[in-house]
């Protein structure tokens, strides 16, 4: 047997959690947090690659640049479809380390294709939808990390992995502008025209500048996490979760959260440069997703104490004002807008999808836990411990799966606007149509878990 397999853990009993427990929980967690940073880097780096490319000499339309914007966010939702499962069949550790190895092939792609300005927009577009394996990490990454903590400090637990993890968005928009100033690694420098102004860039350090890190994150999953026996699940028993209704509630609100802050991220740059062409949106993109990341911490924690439903009504509440600020600043015939109260409108919105995005995975252990324990009452201790055992295995796969369906949102919102744009001349429509998905998403919270006597109060 591995001396990497641990075969008996009892997160829920006191004395092992403190002895055993919690340091083995805690040594796992500080090893995916920087593992998940890497992939939601290679994820969202072509938010500011897109950016750059038409200053460098590559024709491409602004719908084609949209694409290049969308398509990672379609690939790496579709993949967390699989990734959501893949836990309970290899093992936490193993898939972690493969799965963060795997980004090595688009980051190394990117850097050698933005070289040359001849490279063909189909191979771009190959490179956009392989950027998607740092999208597919996140579901297998909260599924393992839910396993390994009591239930009364999941909370805690996934909002510090992926509020922490969800920071390689912002640190992906903040050293991409920095690094591709010199010439780190090498290569012939491409010269950037816009307007008046020129200067030298090193592109290919967008795709460069994260491969010894993956490496070295790679290792580290390799050889310091754990894979729990009890873990171990097939396929199959994993996939009664599509016969549970709160599945499906819960990927309608995490559409809501997690997919509003994975589209905003994705399109805010390109967003900022063709409503505000005077603005350089690179100096500011990478603050809404920092916010949004600190603050999924700072939620999951609110969300432990005062209960992931209540928190992600007012959450959903406090998005629809943001919405409404948003579109208040917006630029219109014979009106400029205001970027500044366009981004400030964006931060609120940010830190609103990070709140939202740990309350609703706070809300989705505890209603799987509920419900098998409901199913196990008055049975023996033995058909309690299974129940809690199902439950969690459950628990992960939602997790996984629900962030699969949000992480769409990557692609939507970006399409949304490049749509709306295309047909209207402005940005409204989408943003409307959004202030519509949140009034849904406050009614399915409110109905199913926050009223009083809801069917599953949480």
């Given at each position: 047997?591995?001396?990497?397999?641990?075969?008996?853990?009892?997160?829920?009993?006191?004395?092992?959690?403190?002895?055993?427990?919690?340091?083995?929980?805690?040594?796992?967690?500080?090893?995916?947090i920087p593992a998940l940073m890497l992939a939601f880097a290679i994820w969202m780096v072509w938010s500011v690659v897109v950016v750059n490319l038409p200053s460098i000499g590559f024709k491409y339309s602004t719908n084609q640049l949209f694409w290049l914007a969308a398509v990672p966010g379609l690939?790496?939702?579709?993949?967390?479809?699989?990734?959501?499962?893949?836990?309970?069949?290899?093992?936490?550790?193993?898939?972690?380390?493969?799965?963060?190895?795997?980004?090595?092939?688009?980051?190394?792609?990117?850097?050698?294709?933005?070289?040359?300005?001849?490279?063909?927009?189909?191979?771009?577009?190959?490179?956009?939808?392989?950027?998607?394996?740092?999208?597919?990490?996140?579901?297998?990454?909260?599924?393992?990390?839910?396993?390994?903590?009591?239930?009364?400090?999941?909370?805690?637990?996934?909002?510090?992995?992926?509020?922490?993890?969800?920071?390689?968005?912002?640190?992906?928009?903040?050293?991409?502008?920095?690094?591709?100033?010199?010439?780190?690694?090498?290569?012939?420098?491409?010269?950037?025209?816009?307007?008046?102004?020129?200067?030298?860039?090193?592109?290919?350090?967008?795709?460069?500048?994260?491969?010894?890190?993956?490496?070295?994150?790679?290792?580290?999953?390799?050889?310091?996490?754990?894979?729990?026996?009890?873990?171990?699940?097939?396929?199959?028993?994993?996939?009664?979760?599509?016969?549970?209704?709160?599945?499906?509630?819960?990927?309608?609100?995490?559409?809501?959260?997690?997919?509003?802050?994975?589209?905003?991220?994705?399109?805010?740059?390109?967003?900022?440069?063709?409503?505000?062409?005077?603005?350089?949106?690179?100096?500011?993109?990478?603050?809404?997703?920092?916010?949004?990341?600190?603050?999924?911490?700072?939620?999951?924690?609110?969300?432990?104490?005062?209960?992931?439903?209540?928190?992600?009504?007012?959450?959903?509440?406090?998005?629809?004002?943001?919405?409404?600020?948003?579109?208040?600043?917006?630029?219109?015939?014979?009106?400029?807008?205001?970027?500044?109260?366009?981004?400030?409108?964006?931060?609120?919105?940010?830190?609103?999808?990070?709140?939202?995005?740990?309350?609703?995975?706070?809300?989705?252990?505890?209603?799987?836990?509920?419900?098998?324990?409901?199913?196990?009452?008055?049975?023996?201790?033995?058909?309690?411990?299974?129940?809690?055992?199902?439950?969690?295995?459950?628990?992960?796969?939602?997790?996984?799966?629900?962030?699969?369906?949000?992480?769409?949102?990557?692609?939507?919102?970006?399409?949304?606007?490049?749509?709306?744009?295309?047909?209207?001349?402005?940005?409204?429509?989408?943003?409307?149509?959004?202030?519509?998905?949140?009034?849904?998403?406050?009614?399915?919270?409110?109905?199913?878990?926050?009223?009083?006597?809801?069917?599953?109060?949480?």
């Amino acid at each position: 047997m591995s001396r990497h397999l641990i075969s008996t853990w009892e997160p829920e009993v006191p004395a092992f959690w403190q002895s055993q427990g919690k340091p083995t929980a805690t040594r796992n967690l500080w090893i995916s947090i920087p593992a998940l940073m890497l992939a939601f880097a290679i994820w969202m780096v072509w938010s500011v690659v897109v950016v750059n490319l038409p200053s460098i000499g590559f024709k491409y339309s602004t719908n084609q640049l949209f694409w290049l914007a969308a398509v990672p966010g379609l690939s790496g939702a579709t993949l967390r479809i699989f990734y959501s499962f893949m836990v309970p069949i290899f093992g936490g550790r193993k898939w972690t380390a493969i799965s963060t190895a795997s980004l090595l092939i688009p980051a190394l792609g990117i850097g050698f294709a933005v070289q040359d300005p001849g490279t063909s927009y189909p191979t771009m577009l190959v490179l956009s939808l392989l950027c998607g394996f740092g999208g597919g990490n996140f579901a297998s990454s909260m599924a393992n990390i839910s396993f390994f903590y009591p239930k009364d400090q999941k909370g805690y637990a996934l909002g510090m992995n992926a509020g922490l993890g969800n920071l390689g968005v912002s640190a992906v928009q903040f050293v991409v502008p920095l690094v591709i100033t010199a010439a780190v690694f090498g290569g012939e420098p491409q010269a950037w025209v816009k307007a008046a102004q020129s200067k030298q860039v090193w592109l290919q350090n967008a795709g460069f500048i994260w491969v010894p890190f993956i490496v070295m994150s790679s290792l580290a999953a390799w050889f310091g996490m754990n894979d729990l026996a009890s873990a171990k699940a097939s396929f199959s028993e994993q996939a009664v979760i599509f016969k549970r209704k709160h599945n499906w509630l819960m990927c309608w609100l995490y559409v809501g959260t997690f997919g509003s802050f994975i589209g905003y991220s994705a399109a805010f740059p390109l967003l900022t440069s063709t409503l505000f062409p005077q603005v350089n949106p690179l100096q500011y993109a990478f603050v809404g997703p920092l916010v949004s990341a600190l603050a999924r911490v700072a939620g999951g924690y609110i969300s432990d104490k005062l209960g992931g439903a209540r928190v992600t009504v007012w959450t959903f509440a406090a998005m629809i004002v943001a919405v409404l600020g948003v579109l208040h600043f917006l630029p219109s015939a014979g009106n400029p807008g205001s970027f500044m109260g366009f981004f400030g409108m964006f931060l609120l919105l940010f830190a609103c999808t990070g709140v939202g995005n740990a309350s609703t995975f706070r809300m989705i252990p505890v209603i799987f836990l509920t419900l098998h324990q409901r199913a196990s009452a008055g049975q023996s201790q033995a058909v309690k411990a299974q129940a809690v055992a199902s439950a969690n295995k459950e628990a992960a796969a939602v997790l996984g799966f629900t962030s699969a369906i949000a992480a769409y949102g990557a692609f939507f919102i970006p399409k949304s606007y490049g749509t709306s744009i295309a047909l209207t001349g402005s940005a409204n429509a989408a943003l409307w149509c959004f202030i519509g998905f949140y009034v849904s998403c406050i009614a399915v919270t409110w109905w199913y878990y926050a009223r009083k006597g809801a069917d599953m109060p949480c």
